[in-house]
């Protein structure tokens, strides 16, 4: 059997999904949830699908805006933590547990969505272009005629401008300790991050690489698949994709 790929390992998550969910991006989420119904012109009642759900952030502030939300990810333990702040929220998710390069809405017996996001740097982890790309057809094939697809993510433009070679602060009970390095000419960012536990000094270390793509690689890949428009913002306010981005955003129409 193959060895699984660090992030479908459940110990990773259950170790470092505090730290890299912080308080503020938990703030965020529901300023996000409005900018994206915006951008997708979704009626109350749209099927929307949140590609790599993890905790429910986003997830859970769509459904409260009156949507009908499937959240896909492939960690239970991610999906449980989903499912208890839809739970404290008072709001309904329905979760899969699948994988996104071979999700398939006929193999679940659910509808097409108006709308499927995928936010928050989930994307270009695989160990092959082929794998990322798969998860792209999945979600497309997910999709309605119609239809949108939101893709956030650090792209090499992003990467570069907000490059940091690392930092120290204290979270979730954790002293934590990052380093960063471009790996490949830029082709991928490689981020470490280092975890001691304030209380018991435990060690948890972990690295791994993240694929970069420029916005315009990915537009002509999106094109490819049969996304009829791919337009790219540098923000969930629509800016435009200059020095002045915040972020990559890809707003797919089908």
């Not at 999906?79 to 208890?84: C, F, S």
Request: aromatic share 12%.
């Amino acid at each position: 059997m193959e060895e699984k790929q660090w992030f479908e390992k459940a110990n990773f998550w259950e170790e470092y999904a505090p730290i890299m969910f912080d308080e503020q991006k938990w703030a965020e989420a529901a300023e996000v949830a409005k900018a994206v119904v915006k951008i997708a012109k979704l009626q109350k009642g749209a099927r929307i699908l949140d590609a790599g759900c993890g905790t429910g952030r986003i997830a859970v502030e769509l459904a409260a805006l009156g949507f009908d939300v499937t959240g896909v990810d492939l960690i239970q333990s991610e999906l449980d933590a989903a499912k208890d702040s839809a739970e404290a929220e008072g709001v309904n998710l329905f979760l899969i547990r699948d994988d996104l390069r071979t999700f398939s809405t006929e193999t679940h017996k659910i509808p097409k969505f108006d709308l499927a996001v995928n936010l928050y740097t989930s994307f270009g982890y695989c160990k092959t272009e082929d794998e990322d790309e798969k998860i792209l057809r999945s979600i497309f094939d997910s999709v309605k005629e119609g239809g949108y697809f939101l893709l956030e993510n650090i792209s090499r433009e992003v990467a570069i401008r907000f490059f940091t070679k690392g930092e120290e602060f204290r979270r979730a009970g954790k002293i934590v300790r990052t380093e960063f390095s471009a790996v490949d000419s830029w082709q991928g960012l490689r981020s470490r991050w280092i975890l001691e536990d304030e209380q018991t000094g435990k060690i948890t270390d972990h690295e791994f690489v993240q694929r970069l793509y420029s916005a315009v690689e990915l537009k002509k890949t999106l094109q490819k698949i049969g996304w009829k428009t791919v337009k790219i913002y540098g923000g969930f306010d629509e800016r435009a994709y200059n020095e002045e981005m915040k972020t990559m955003l890809l707003v797919c129409q089908k």
